[in-house]
C-alpha cells in the first residue's frame, strides 16, 4: 500500500511537512468543526448532485474531505507532458477514425472493434469538425500506485464532470484555511473557466470573431445541474435546455426574449444519443431537432464533438499506447493499464482463471457500476461475473487490480488512509493543450474501498500541485 | 436574454413577493384574533383572507372550521396548497435554481439559504408556536432578497424583469388585500347596525380595523405622516391606492412596472407598454371621488383584472417560447 503523504516508518514525506506542522499546532476537534462549517456552506451554495434512484428533486452533497492531496510540482510537470501528448493522440485518432482512417489501414487497431462499436457514430463520417479537435474537453482518469508511478485508468471523452468540484474545493479550503495557502506555494486553478470559454471561442465554424457560446444542459433535475449552470455563470454564456433552441435554414438559434439569436458553439452536456432526435434517439425530449442538419453544415460548433465515445471506450483503450507511437511517433509518457479483452479467446480463458484476482468492467459501463473488484468480491459475485462473462465476453474487459494510493482522510473514527485517484481536465484548442495544474482528486471514503465515484459514496478532495 | 430565462426570473420575483404578501395578511388576522371580544371578527378575517385567494371552498374541505390553526396549517405548511408559503417559497427557489447562473451568488444563497431554514423552522414547529416572530422571518427573509436584489444585481435585463415580477404581484395583492377589507368592514358594521359614525363604539372599532390594515402593509407610521389626522377608511383607500410614495400603494406599484417595461421593450411590447403606461396615468390623475363613484369594490374588479391582462400579455410578448 501506498500511502502519498506518510512512509512506511510512519514519517511525513516531504511535501506534506507543512500541512503536517500546520495540523500539528492546531487544537485537536479544529478540523472536526470545520468540517461542519464546510458543510453547512456547501449546502447554502447549493453545490449539489442527485442520484438517479433518489426520489426526483433529491439534492446530496459530495463529501468534502478537508485534508489536501499534495502532488509535488516536478511530478506535476511529467503528468501534464504525459496528458498532453495522450489527449493528442486520442484526438488524431478521432479525426482518422472518421477520415482516412489510416490506423485501421496500418492494422494497428483491429477495423472491426473500432466500425462495430456502438460508439462509433457514422453520422460522423465526412463531417470536418473545426481544426480537428474533437474532444476539446477531456477528463483523463489517473492513478498512482508507487513513488512517481501513475497509470491511465480510463479516458472520458464524452461529457467528463467534476471540474466544479475541483474549483469548488479550492474555494473552500481557501475560506477554510486562509493562512495555509500563505505558508505553501500552490498553484492556482480559479483560471479554468477562462480557459475554457478560450477553448471553446476558438472551435466556433468559420472562425467567427465573437461567436455566442452556450452551455446545453439536460435541465434542473440533472445529476450534474449544479455544474452546468456553475460553468455557464463562470464563463457568463447562457445556460439553455433543449427547448431554447430551434435549427431554422440548418443554423441554429435560442428564443430570446428579443426574438430569435443565432447560437454557434455549444457546449453540450447532454449524451450523443439524446442531442436530436431527427437521428439518434426519437424520443428524446432534451434534444434539439435538426442539431445535426446544423452540425453537418458546419453552421455549429459542438463541443465535444459527436463519437467520441469511440475513442475513450474500453475496449480502444488498450491501443491507446499504439496511437500515441503511430500518430506521434513519440514513446507514451503514462503508462496504461495492462487489459485484457475478454473477446479474444486467449484472454477470456486467462480471465476466467484468475478472476478472484482482477478487476472486470463493462466495455461502456460507467460511474463505477457493473463492475468486479475480485479479491474484494464473495465467492457468489465472482461466479454471478463468470456467468456474464460467457454469455457476453465482448462486453468486458478485466484489469490487473491495481493498489491505488492511499491519502489521510477524515473519516469517523478521525484520519485514516483512503484510497484516491485523479481527474485532470485536458482542454484542446487550435492554439494547443492546455489544463490547470492539479485536477479533481476522489476518495473511495469506505475503509478498503477502490471505488471513488461520487454516486457510490466517494468524496473528494482539494488538490494542490505545490512547489517542491 | 433567453424568454424562460425571464420567464424565471419573473416568477421568482412573483413568488417571493407572493411569500411576503401571505405572511403579512395572516399574521394580522392573527392578532387581531388576540383582540378581546373580536374572536368572531377574527375569525370572519382569517376567512376573509381565504377568499382572497379564493381558497375558501378547499379549505372548508380539508380542515371544516375557520381557526387560527388550521389557517396556519393550510396558508404555511401545507404542500398541496398553491398558495401556501410552503408552495411560494419552494417555487420561489426552484426558479431561482434554474437560473441562478443568471443571478448574483449572494441572491441565490439567499433564496436557497430561506428555503432551507423555512424546512427547518417547520421542523421546530415555529409557525404554529410562535406565528408571530415566524410571520416576520418570512417578511425580512423577503426584505433581505430584494435588498440582495438591488445591491449587487447589474440593472441589465434579468434585474428588469425581478422588478416587474415584484411589482406585479404587489400591485395585484394590494388590490385584493383592500377589496378584502373594506368588504369585512361594511358587513361587520352591518351586521352590528352600528352605522352612525358619531358612536364612540363606531370610532373605536374602525380605528383597530384600519390600523391593522396599515400595519400589515407597513403602513401605519406613513399614514400619521402623511395625513396627521385620525384614521378613516377614505384614507386608507386613498393612501393604498393612489400615493405615488407609498411603497405598496397600487399607483407606485404601477408606476415601477411602466419604469422597468420601458427598459425591457421590444418590437412587440408596445401595446402591453401602452396599456401599463394608461394604467399608470390613470392611477396618477384620479381622485377618490371618482373610484366612489364607481363604487371601490367595482373598480377594484376591473384594476385587478387590468393587472392580469397586462401579466398575460407580458408573457406573450417577452416570456413565452
Not at chain 1, 117 to 123: C, G, L
Not at chain 1, 250 to 257: E, I
Not at chain 1, 370 to 383: H, K, N, T, V, Y
Request: net charge negative; with cysteine; hydrophobic share 40%.
Amino acid at each position: 500500500m501506498f500511502d502519498e503523504m506518510l512512509l512506511e516508518n510512519g514519517t511525513v514525506r516531504p511535501h506534506y511537512e507543512g500541512f503536517e506542522r500546520w495540523k500539528t499546532a492546531r487544537n485537536s476537534g479544529f478540523l472536526e468543526g470545520k468540517k461542519a462549517e464546510a458543510d453547512h456552506l456547501f449546502r447554502q451554495v447549493g453545490i449539489t448532485f442527485s442520484v438517479y434512484g433518489d426520489d426526483v428533486g433529491t439534492e446530496r452533497l459530495i463529501p468534502f474531505d478537508l485534508v489536501p492531496r499534495i502532488i509535488p510540482a516536478s511530478q506535476w510537470a511529467r503528468l501534464e507532458k504525459g496528458l498532453t501528448q495522450r489527449v493528442q493522440a486520442l484526438n488524431l485518432f478521432l479525426k482518422d477514425v472518421y477520415g482516412r482512417g489510416d490506423i485501421l489501414r496500418a492494422g494497428i487497431i483491429p477495423a472491426n472493434r473500432v466500425l462495430s462499436n456502438a460508439q462509433f457514430r457514422k453520422e460522423m463520417l465526412e463531417l470536418d469538425v473545426p481544426a480537428g479537435i474533437y474532444a476539446m474537453i477531456a477528463g483523463i482518469d489517473l492513478v498512482c500506485v508507487g513513488e512517481n508511478e501513475w497509470y491511465v485508468l480510463e479516458d472520458n471523452l464524452r461529457v467528463p464532470s467534476g471540474v466544479s468540484y475541483m474549483l469548488e474545493n479550492r474555494k473552500m479550503m481557501m475560506r477554510l484555511f486562509p493562512d495555509l495557502f500563505g505558508a505553501h506555494r500552490i498553484a492556482p486553478v480559479a483560471h479554468y473557466p477562462d480557459l475554457l470559454l478560450e477553448t471553446l471561442r476558438q472551435g466556433a465554424p468559420d472562425s467567427l470573431e465573437d461567436p455566442m457560446v452556450v452551455v446545453l444542459t439536460p435541465g434542473l433535475y440533472n445529476s450534474a445541474y449544479f455544474e452546468h449552470a456553475f460553468l455557464a455563470q463562470q464563463m457568463g454564456v447562457e445556460l439553455v435546455e433543449g427547448r431554447d433552441l430551434m435549427v431554422e435554414d440548418d443554423t441554429v438559434y435560442m428564443h430570446t426574449t428579443h426574438g430569435k439569436k443565432r447560437v454557434d458553439v455549444i457546449y453540450r452536456r447532454i449524451d450523443d444519443d439524446y442531442l436530436d432526435p431527427e437521428v439518434f434517439n426519437k424520443d428524446s425530449m432534451l434534444g434539439v431537432p435538426g442539431l445535426m442538419r446544423a452540425y453537418r453544415a458546419g453552421r455549429v460548433t459542438l463541443a465535444n464533438a459527436i463519437g467520441t465515445g469511440v475513442a475513450d471506450d474500453k475496449s480502444i483503450y488498450p491501443y491507446v499506447p499504439d496511437m500515441i507511437r503511430f500518430y506521434l511517433g513519440q514513446e507514451p509518457i503514462l503508462n496504461n493499464v495492462p487489459t485484457h479483452i475478454c473477446s479474444e479467446t486467449d484472454s477470456l480463458k486467462y480471465v476466467l482463471d484468475n478472476l478472484d484476482k482482477l478487476v472486470v468492467k463493462e466495455v461502456h459501463g460507467a460511474g463505477g457500476y457493473g463492475m468486479l473488484i475480485g479479491p474484494a468480491a464473495s465467492r457468489a459475485e465472482i461466479e454471478d461475473f463468470r456467468a456474464k462473462l460467457k454469455a457476453h465476453p465482448d462486453a468486458y474487459i478485466a484489469q490487473p487490480t491495481l493498489s491505488l494510493s492511499t491519502c489521510p482522510t477524515m473519516v469517523e473514527k478521525g484520519i485514516a488512509p483512503r484510497h484516491i485517484d485523479l481527474r485532470p481536465f485536458v482542454l484542446t484548442s487550435p492554439s494547443g493543450v492546455r489544463m490547470v495544474p492539479g485536477g479533481l482528486t476522489r476518495v473511495a471514503l469506505k475503509e478498503g474501498s477502490l471505488v471513488v465515484n461520487s454516486s457510490q459514496g466517494g468524496g473528494t478532495k482539494d488538490t494542490w500541485v505545490a512547489a517542491d | 436574454m433567453l424568454s424562460r430565462t425571464a420567464d424565471c426570473l419573473y416568477w421568482m420575483a412573483r413568488y417571493t413577493e407572493r411569500a411576503e404578501n401571505t405572511a403579512r395578511l395572516i399574521d394580522i388576522g392573527l392578532q387581531q384574533s388576540l383582540l378581546p371580544g373580536q374572536q368572531r371578527e377574527a375569525e370572519a378575517s382569517l376567512a376573509g383572507m381565504l377568499g382572497l385567494a379564493e381558497l375558501l371552498p378547499v379549505y372548508r374541505k380539508k380542515f371544516g372550521d375557520v381557526n387560527p390553526e388550521s389557517v396556519i396549517r393550510f396558508m404555511v405548511l401545507d404542500e398541496e396548497n398553491p398558495s401556501s408559503i410552503w408552495s411560494s417559497l419552494h417555487n420561489a427557489r426552484e426558479n431561482a435554481r434554474a437560473v441562478r447562473g443568471q443571478i448574483t451568488t449572494g441572491l441565490w444563497e439567499t433564496s436557497n439559504a430561506t428555503w432551507l431554514e423555512f424546512l427547518k423552522l417547520c421542523d421546530e414547529g415555529l409557525p404554529l408556536a410562535e406565528p408571530g416572530k415566524f410571520f416576520e422571518w418570512v417578511q425580512l427573509r423577503s426584505h433581505l432578497s430584494r435588498g440582495i436584489t438591488i445591491g449587487t444585481m447589474i440593472k441589465d435585463e434579468a434585474f428588469r424583469f425581478i422588478r416587474l415580477g415584484t411589482f406585479l404581484e404587489r400591485a395585484d395583492s394590494t388590490a385584493r388585500m383592500i377589496d378584502v377589507r373594506f368588504h369585512e368592514i361594511e358587513t361587520q358594521d352591518a351586521q352590528a347596525e352600528l352605522l352612525d359614525p358619531d358612536d364612540p363604539e363606531f370610532a373605536v372599532r374602525e380605528f383597530y380595523h384600519w390600523e391593522a390594515v396599515l400595519r400589515s402593509l407597513s403602513a401605519f407610521e406613513a399614514y400619521r405622516k402623511v395625513y396627521r389626522d385620525t384614521i378613516s377608511g377614505a384614507r386608507v383607500a386613498e393612501l393604498l391606492i393612489l400615493n405615488p410614495d407609498m411603497p405598496r400603494s397600487i399607483a407606485s406599484c404601477m408606476n415601477e412596472v411602466v419604469a422597468n417595461l420601458q427598459l425591457v421593450g421590444n418590437g412587440n411590447s408596445e401595446e402591453t407598454r401602452r396599456r401599463a403606461g394608461k394604467l399608470a396615468a390613470t392611477l396618477r390623475y384620479l381622485t377618490l371621488d371618482e373610484i366612489a363613484e364607481h363604487g371601490l369594490h367595482d373598480w377594484l374588479t376591473t384594476l385587478l383584472a387590468d393587472i392580469d391582462d397586462l401579466g398575460g400579455r407580458m408573457r406573450q410578448d417577452f416570456l413565452v417560447l
